[in-house]
T-cell receptor, first 113, second 116 residues
Framework: EPEVTQTPSHQVTQMGQEVILRCVPI?????FYWYRQILGQKVEFLVS????????KSEIFDDQFSVERPDGSNFTLKIRSTKLEDSAMYFC???????????FGSGTRLTVV | AQSVTQPDIHITVSEGASLELRCNYS??????LFWYVQSPGQGLQLLLK??????LVQGIKGFEAEFKRSQSSFNLRKPSVHWSDAAEYFC??????????????FGKGTHLIIQP
């Protein structure tokens, strides 16, 4: 069964550093998403991406965040200057059509120290 | 804005017993509804989804859910749980906007514990 692949599985970074989280969505999917889950809390929507541009974004997705699909297969989330409160599990997801279900990756656990 | 409420933070069920996890949503139009399961250290796996038609939907691993518009509910059920069902369960809603760009709104999750 097709999978969404995320790398790395765990990343530790120092506060103020830039991080890039990588995702390979399912190849024929058209919609791509990033979500985050702070430890012990619910999964929160960050951003959706379609046709090479951001479609929707939440209040969480401020100017320190950016997304990119650099080469037609990868989908990245960049956090420019990490803060302690950015520590969370970040999930990438993709969908052929969002109404029919989203396939999530296994997540990248980001720890900011 | 839509919201999802899962009123039970933890539920403990004996192996072999039946299970019902509650989910209530708030959304003006017809929602798309989902149940996901998350095992420790794992990603989110889709159990089942509802967007139209028969209000009783069947999913993987023997789970089913029933959409009740009058109660704004989408409760997840399983007739007989197995120890491997121990996990975190999330209910989620998407807007019926006709497009795929809308994000999902998740509930806070219900932690299912299975007693031997």
């Amino acid at each position: 069964e097709p999978e969404v692949t995320q790398t790395p599985s765990h990343q530790v970074t120092q506060m103020g550093q830039e991080v890039i989280l990588r995702c390979v969505p399912i190849s024929n999917h058209l919609y791509f998403y990033w979500y985050r889950q702070i430890l012990g809390q619910k999964v929160e929507f960050l951003v959706s991406f379609y046709n090479n541009e951001i479609s929707e974004k939440s209040e969480i997705f401020d100017d320190q965040f950016s997304v990119e699909r650099p080469d037609g297969s990868n989908f990245t989330l960049k956090i420019r200057s990490t803060k302690l409160e950015d520590s969370a599990m970040y999930f990438c997801a993709s969908s052929g059509d969002g109404r029919y279900g989203y396939t999530f990756g296994s997540g990248t656990r980001l720890t900011v120290v | 804005a839509q919201s999802v409420t899962q009123p039970d933070i933890h539920i403990t069920v004996s192996e072999g017993a039946s299970l019902e996890l509650r989910c209530n949503y708030s959304y003006g139009a017809t929602p798309y509804l989902f149940w996901y399961v998350q095992s420790p250290g794992q990603g989110l796996q889709l159990l089942l989804k509802y967007f139209s038609g028969d209000t009783l939907v069947q999913g993987i691993k023997g789970f089913e859910a029933e959409f009740k518009r009058s109660q704004s509910s989408f409760n997840l059920r399983k007739p007989s749980v197995h120890w491997s069902d121990a996990a975190e369960y999330f209910c989620a809603v998407a807007q019926n906007s006709g497009g795929g760009a809308d994000g999902l709104t998740f509930g806070k999750g219900t932690h299912l514990i299975i007693q031997p």
